[in-house]
């Protein structure tokens, strides 16, 4: 039977993860373009059109007045302030508000939604987050020790790896599946929708498209915001822990690759070792 041998090289797996990563960014970029730049180009042809009808329904504004009134409601907008509600609208700086905003800060999210406008609150935003975040590591860092621990002990007491599996599954659905279907009563989003905003948060990528307890029109409980923020802390020791597993099993994968490319290349130099011995022979 005919024995495949590796080419013998040598690998540089820095580089080779370099080029794995910049690859994986450049095709989740040709992707996105492929998926967003029509609808891009849609909507603005569609909010140019509504620009137009507007002047020629209204035409004591001219177009000046009207770009000026755009600026205005984006400013709103930058500031936290809704533009399609009123000034009876829940502050977005209540207790509740306010301690989520801390949340997203601490862990880096940062919808971009709301942030600090006074220069006392953007100062102190900066001395609260140089703080926050590394204690919020830490913390998240020993929450997810002790998950892992106990993902241990199931693991010893008994060998079947559905004890390790299943609390890793239930433990997905209660931070990943749970809370979609509640955004989905409470904010009216679809399941999609909350589920995309639950993974987007727990990433800590943050796009700010979809924020919990932002909608005008709604009635939302006091604390609604705060245990959104509660959830999202246990939420990401969680998540870390799943990462940490997933980063293990690929780290283990190219151990074996390296092991794989050591091996040949160490039968390769035997091979020639004994070739030189036998030439020397002759």
């Known amino acids: 039977m005919a024995r495949f ?3 013998r090289t040598n690998v540089n797996w820095t580089a080779l993860l370099s080029v794995a990563y910049f690859t994986y960014l450049l095709g989740g970029a040709v992707v996105f373009q492929i998926l967003e730049r029509e609808a891009e180009s849609n909507n603005r ?17 001219d177009g000046a007045a009207l770009e000026k009134f755009v600026e205005v409601i984006l400013d709103a907008w930058v500031k936290g302030v809704n533009p399609s509600g009123n000034s009876t609208n829940p502050s977005n700086w209540d207790l509740s508000s306010s301690f ?6 601490v862990t880096t999210i940062g919808y971009g939604n709301l942030s600090p406008s006074t220069v006392t609150g953007q100062v102190f935003c900066v ?12 913390f998240l860092k020993q929450l997810g020790t002790c998950l892992s621990v106990h993902l241990g002990r199931l693991k010893t007491r008994v060998v079947s790896a559905v004890a390790v599996v299943s609390p890793l599954l239930g433990g997905s659905l209660l931070v990943l599946v749970a809370p979609p279907l509640l955004f989905s009563v409470v904010e009216g989003w679809s399941f999609g929708e909350g589920f995309y905003f639950a993974f987007i948060t727990l990433s800590t990528i943050g796009f700010g498209d979809y924020v919990v307890g932002t909608d005008p029109d709604k009635e939302y409980i006091s604390v609604y915001r705060s245990l959104a923020g509660v959830w999202i802390i246990f939420a990401l020791a969680w998540l870390a822990v ?3 597993m997933g980063t293990r099993v690929m780290e283990h994968v190219l151990a074996l690759n390296r092991g794989v490319f050591k091996k040949q290349e160490e039968e390769d130099e035997d091979a020639a070792a004994r070739k030189v011995d036998d030439t020397s022979k002759i």
């Open 5 to 7: 041998r590796l080419a």
């Open 45 to 61: 042809n569609h909010f140019q059109l509504e620009k137009l009808n507007f002047l020629s329904n209204y035409t004591c504004l």
């Open 100 to 105: 989520f905003f801390a949340g997203t800060v």
């Open 127 to 138: 001395f609260y987050a140089l703080c926050g975040i590394p204690l919020n590591l830490l």
């Open 242 to 244: 799943i990462v940490n």
